[in-house]
């Protein structure tokens, strides 16, 4: 009896231990935001989003300032990446340039990145 119980224990926790090692397959690691952010600043001072915004101190006032245009929860990826490409698809009479030839692939990933982290409060 003793003995039966002994291993049923035994048994029961070489189980347990053996779902333990049961990992999920490895994922691809997930992207640097840190390095994506510090890359879509660039981008945004390269392209001159300065001249218009504000973000601090530095920068233009024709434009809204921008340190928190991420806290908006409309504002999400790909709202930021629309209004880059195409700012008349959510203000027909917008001033703002349109980017969609200017900025795209990696550097559009990077600014709207960028964008998504402005939540200054
Ligand atoms: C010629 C001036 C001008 C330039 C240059 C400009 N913008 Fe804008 N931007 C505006 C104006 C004006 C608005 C206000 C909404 C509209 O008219 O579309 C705006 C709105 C925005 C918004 C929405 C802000 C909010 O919180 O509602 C974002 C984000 C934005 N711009 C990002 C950028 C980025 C990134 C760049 C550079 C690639 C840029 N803008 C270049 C004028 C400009």
Redesign the pocket.
């Known amino acids: 009896m003793m003995g039966l119980t002994l291993f049923a224990s035994l048994s029961l926790s070489a189980a347990f231990a053996g779902q333990g090692k049961k990992k999920p397959p490895v994922k691809a690691p997930p992207k640097d935001t840190k390095a994506m952010i510090a890359a879509g600043m660039k981008v ?1 001072n390269a ?3 300065g ?3 504000k973000i601090g101190d530095t920068g233009g006032e ?3 300032a ?1 340190d928190s ?1 991420g806290v ?1 929860p409309k ?1 999400t990826a790909k709202w ?1 990446a629309e ?2 490409k195409n ?1 008349k698809s ?2 027909p009479d ?4 349109k ?1 969609d030839d200017k ?1 795209k692939g990696k550097d559009l990933d990077n ?1 709207v990145a960028y ?1 998504v982290s402005l939540k200054k409060k």
């Open positions: 945004y392209k001159g989003c001249s218009c915004h024709t434009g809204p921008l245009t908006d504002h930021f209004q880059i700012p959510h203000k917008s001033n703002m340039p980017y900025i600014l964008m």
